[in-house]
C-alpha cells in the first residue's frame, strides 16, 4: 500500500493540528496503523498506533492525553495533536504493518513524511 500523509504546518505552541495519512486502497483490517515522527538530530521515534480491525489505541507516553489516532475513513488514518510545544517539532511519518509494535522496524509501508514546527 502507498501511503500519503499531509496537514503539517506552523503552529504556535499550545495549537493544534491534524495529520491524515492517506492509503492508495482501503486498509485491511490485518494492518496496524501509526504515527511516528523524526525530529533534527533524533532518530526517528514512535507516536501512535490503531489496530484497523478493533480500533484499539496505544501512544507513546510524551504524547499521551494530547494526541490521539483514529480512523477517518476506510483508507485514511488521522492524527489529532492538540496543546503542541516546542518538543513536538519534528517530521511526521504515516506507516502501515500488521504487527502490534512501537518498533519502525515492523512496519514495511511509509508515508513520505510532513513536516510540523512548533513555534514559540
Known amino acids: 500500500v502507498q501511503l500519503q500523509a499531509s496537514g503539517g504546518g506552523v503552529v504556535q505552541a499550545g495549537g493544534s493540528l491534524r495529520l491524515s495519512c492517506a492509503a492508495s486502497?482501503?486498509?485491511?483490517?490485518?494492518?496496524?496503523m501509526a504515527w511516528f515522527r523524526q525530529a533534527p538530530g533524533k532518530e526517528r521515534e514512535f507516536v501512535s498506533r490503531?489496530?484497523?480491525?478493533?480500533?484499539?489505541t496505544w501512544s507513546a507516553d510524551s504524547v499521551k492525553g494530547r494526541f490521539t489516532i483514529s480512523k477517518a475513513s476506510a483508507e485514511t488514518v488521522s492524527l489529532q495533536m492538540n496543546s503542541l510545544t516546542l518538543e513536538d517539532t519534528a517530521v511526521y511519518y504515516c506507516?502501515?504493518?500488521?504487527?502490534?509494535?512501537?518498533?519502525?522496524?515492523?512496519?514495511?509501508?511509509w508515508g513520505q513524511g510532513t513536516q510540523v514546527t512548533v513555534s514559540s
Open positions: 490503531i489496530r484497523w480491525s478493533t480500533g484499539r
Open positions: 506507516a502501515s504493518g500488521t504487527q502490534w509494535s512501537g518498533d519502525s522496524k515492523d512496519y514495511n509501508s
Open positions: 486502497r482501503r486498509i485491511y483490517s490485518s494492518a496496524v
